[in-house]
């Protein structure tokens, strides 16, 4: 199996002529990446430039809202002790410390609790529903969890607890008992965004309760910040509701008002003015993210919620040094797995991992790398004394989810998304769940061309790249899932420097020319290239602005490499 599997380039076809009449009040390039995105109107296209949420977003349209809202109502005018269950990743922080900070405001007696992945793993547990039952709690929220807690809700009930779900996830065809479920993903609901991340749908509770309790001063915008930094690090798609809450949420992280979130800020490296979503996804979120993975992730949740400079500075310092650990630890268990899955099955679609020694708080990352690394579905867990905890990536030709649900007879637990998911199995269970996910894929992905396939909005020479259209191109923000960053090819560039850089010399720094104008390129991760770099190349990349040491120019942001036909 090649581990640089030839990556497919596909440049969209030209802006037709009627679409160009009428998106004719754009710049021309311009025009062409509004056209690539659907939008092919006048309307349309100013609509996804002012990131403006769908028409009918009203909280109350989801299903559940107001039974939630009712029973909340109850619980503040009894003074009832609520617990917001939430779950260890930036997702379910940002969406525990959200609703938290909501329902305090609004009078209400309530706390956070977010399990440890090592100690309870994911979603509710009985153990910690006793233990808030024995703690006087009478009404539990969950946030991005729950909606397929059967046996759980179930517990909860027969304990005395009152339970709603807000969960973002797939649900069954059978949903847990519980006061309410707010779910855009459930049957019959009609709310327009069914992609809401867990963040998104505690913020839409939130506005709901504002809207039933108006109370002086209390202004929902004020939690954009943690939706935008929830709705990024999960990889919700960037369209829609959540591009309009993400790009609100942005302007509120350029002038952080938390403690916490400056402190994170700091530690990252990061100007607060120009945060964008990449800094999310790579700075921000994976800082959040490293407490959980190696530890207990009330360190990121205090950290969101703390309003002490000394204690947000110390808790920020502890994150950014997980997250160090966390990547040591992350390419340590990579180099095992893959040594383990090619072993056993070099050939095959799907790549599968299990060892007591993989730390279960970082397999998910690692499944990702060996997807993004071979193209196909992978699958990483530890096993443990009697069970064996997993997590899965896949490509876009294989739903992962579907094909754990065909297995479900085998699983303790399971969920998760086409791309991505999560199991707990019984480790007498778990070579049957090997055989049957490996059959699945070879059935589903049979006379299969896997090769990742890389889209460019235009072809265009470098000539083409002047400064205006950074400025064309920050119109598309936020980008991310769902609504990636504009790229271009450029064809038959002259190679003029190339040498490696960083700290393992992994990455390609490079100058090119198309004979009229010279650009600055780096190419991360594709240091593999200098020795056999041909001295003219094909480019497929993005453009940006570089700022280094104080010094600010514009450069290639290079996706792939292709000798020049």
């Known amino acids: ?139 539990v929220i969950t946030v991005d969890c729950g909606v397929r807690s059967h046996p759980e809700a179930e517990h909860a009930s027969a304990i005395g607890l009152d339970l709603i779900i807000t969960d973002h996830h797939q649900p069954t065809h059978e949903l847990p008992p519980a006061v309410a479920i707010i779910n855009p993903k459930q049957a019959g609901d009609t709310y327009p965004d069914k992609d809401l991340a867990g963040v998104g749908l505690a913020y839409k509770l939130a506005c709901a309760l504002v809207q039933a309790f108006p109370k002086h001063g209390l202004q929902p915008e004020s939690w954009l910040d943690l939706v935008a930094l929830g709705t990024v ?27 916490g979130v400056m402190a994170l800020i700091g530690v990252s490296g990061l100007k607060p003015e120009n945060i964008n979503s990449t800094d999310i996804g790579f700075a921000l979120g994976p800082r ?31 994150l950014d040094n997980q997250n160090s650990e966390r990547q040591r630890i992350t390419r340590e268990i990579q180099a095992l797995a893959e040594q383990q899955a090619l072993s056993a099955d070099p050939e095959g679609v ?15 990352l690692v499944a990702s790398r060996l997807t993004d690394a071979y193209y196909r579905p992978s699958v990483v867990a530890q096993i ?14 294989f739903h992962i989810t579907e094909a754990l649900d065909e297995c479900a007879d085998l699983l303790e637990h399971h969920g998760g998304h086409a791309a991505a998911a999560g199991f707990t199995v019984r480790n007498e269970n778990l070579p049957e769940l090997e055989k049957r996910l490996r059959t699945l894929a070879a059935q589903k992905l049979a006379g299969a061309e896997l090769h990742p396939t890389l889209t460019a909005d235009a072809e265009i020479p ?9 400025e064309w191109l920050e119109w598309l923000q936020p980008t991310g899932y769902g609504n990636p960053q504009a790229a271009f090819v450029s064809r038959g560039l002259r ?20 004979g009229k104008i010279y650009f600055d390129a780096i190419a991360f991760r594709q240091g593999h ?7 003219y190349i094909d480019l497929l990349y993005t453009f940006e602005l570089n700022e280094y040491n104080g010094r600010a120019y514009l450069q290639l942001n290079v996706k792939d490499i292709k000798p020049a036909a």
């Open 288 to 318: 959040l993210n490293a407490a959980g993975r190696l530890d207990s992730a009330l360190a990121a949740y205090t950290l969101l919620t703390t309003s002490g400079v000394a204690e947000a500075a110390g808790l920020a310092q502890q």
């Open 233 to 259: 690090a999960d990889l919700a798609p960037l369209v829609g509701e959540n591009r309009a809450l993400v790009k609100a949420g942005l302007l509120r992280l350029r002038r952080p008002h938390r403690q």
């Open 495 to 514: 190679v003029s420097e190339a040498r490696t850089v960083g700290k393992d010399n992994n990455h390609l720094k490079l100058s090119v020319s198309d």
């Open 1 to 139: 199996m090649n581990n640089t599997p030839s990556k497919r380039w596909l440049v969209a076809p030209r802006l037709p002529p009627e679409a160009d009449r009428v998106l004719h009040g754009y710049p021309p390039l311009l025009r062409q990446i509004l056209y690539n995105r659907g939008l092919a109107t006048a309307e349309a296209a100013r609509h996804f430039l002012e990131a403006q949420p769908p028409v009918g977003a009203d909280p109350a349209r989801l299903l559940g809202v107001s039974e939630a809202v009712e029973r909340i109502r109850s619980a503040i005018h009894a003074q009832e002790p609520i617990a917001v269950y939430g779950d260890y990743d930036t997702d379910g922080v940002t969406a525990t410390a959200l609703l938290v900070e909501a329902l305090r405001a609004l009078g209400a007696n309530a706390r956070g609790y977010i399990p440890n992945r090592f100690d309870e793993g994911y979603g509710l547990n009985n153990e910690a529903l006793d233990t808030l039952r024995a703690e006087g709690v009478r009404l």
């Open 462 to 470: 470098l000539s083409e790249l002047k400064p205006e259209v950074l």
């Open 350 to 364: 799907l790549l599968f991992a299990a060892d007591p020694a993989f730390n279960r708080g970082v397999v998910g």
């Open 384 to 397: 443990m004394e009697t069970h064996t905890r997993g997590s899965c990536r896949s490509i876009p030709e």
């Open 529 to 535: 290239w200098l020795e056999h770099l041909p001295r």
